[in-house]
Nanobody
Framework: QLQASGGGSVQAGGSLRLSCTTS????????MGWFRQAPGKEREFVAA????????YYANSVKGRFTIARDNAKNTVYLQMNSLKTEDTAVYYC?????????????????????WGQGTQLTVSS
């Protein structure tokens, strides 16, 4: 089970960090990612990180503003979001890749998710 937290309301230009924690001894073998779904839109990929944390992959819309990281000792993945825009408003979901030992780019391109977190709301106001 994936447990996401850290959402909230922030003004445009602000920052926020999301966290996602899971149990299990195989956390470090799976790429992890963040997806988001805005009202009336389909869920879209945001960022992914490999199991080791050595590779990351971002959607163009967040590149340079968001940073994904993980702490395998804590079974936690993070999404640091800076320079937030109103269009970042969405429900954010953490996800585990469906296959072990894949790359961040592979997860981002395939978007083949094995497990979803429950979602956390981010609202960015102007």
């Amino acid at each position: 089970q994936l447990q996401a937290s850290g959402g909230g309301s922030v003004q445009a230009g602000g920052s926020l960090r999301l966290s996602c924690t899971t149990s299990g001894r195989t956390f470090s073998t799976y790429a992890m990612g963040w997806f988001r779904q805005a009202p009336g839109k389909e869920r879209e990929f945001v960022a992914a990180i490999s199991g080791s944390g050595r590779s990351t992959y971002y959607a163009n819309s967040v590149k340079g503003r968001f940073t994904i990281a993980r702490d395998n000792a804590k079974n936690t993945v993070y999404l640091q979001m800076n320079s937030l825009k109103t269009e970042d408003t969405a429900v954010y979901y953490c996800a585990a890749d469906s296959k072990a030992l894949t790359t961040a780019q592979s997860m981002g391109v395939r978007a083949d998710v094995g497990s979803w977190g429950q979602g956390t709301q981010l609202t960015v106001s102007s």
